[in-house]
Nanobody, 124 residues
């Protein structure tokens, strides 16, 4: 497994931008498909975006498709989530996840390494 540490969360106003980072250690980062999930209070964890280990192909949830962008820098062992035009409904704890050699699935059960999460709060 790989160890993941998220950063970059915070409190912002609606319409603002944030960039989350997730830095990995412990194994070969470039062999991992990476993803972001989020969980709002009282709700189930939901898929946000993923990027594959080989082609760098990305996919994202419809709710964020035109606003959020996932990217990775294998030289820095880091995956990013650029979040633009934030809305109050984006408020959640954001988690980074990894799966070895897998596709960018939206199913949380397919990921075997998770970070501790970073809080994003968007005020109206």
């Amino acid at each position: 497994q790989v160890q993941l540490v998220e950063s970059g969360g915070g409190l912002v106003q609606a319409g603002a931008s944030l960039r989350l980072s997730c830095t990995a250690s412990g194994r070969t980062f470039s062999s991992y498909t990476m993803a972001w999930f989020r969980q709002a209070p009282g709700k189930e964890r939901e898929f946000v975006a993923a990027i594959t280990w080989n082609s760098g192909r990305t996919n994202s949830a419809d709710s964020v498709k035109d606003r959020f962008t996932i990217s990775r820098d294998n030289a820095k062992n880091t995956v990013y989530l650029q979040m633009n035009t934030l809305k109050p409904e984006d408020t959640a704890v954001y988690y980074c996840a990894a799966r070895l050699y897998g596709l960018g699935t939206s199913l949380s059960g397919n990921y075997d390494s998770w970070g501790q999460g970073t809080q994003v709060t968007v005020s109206s």
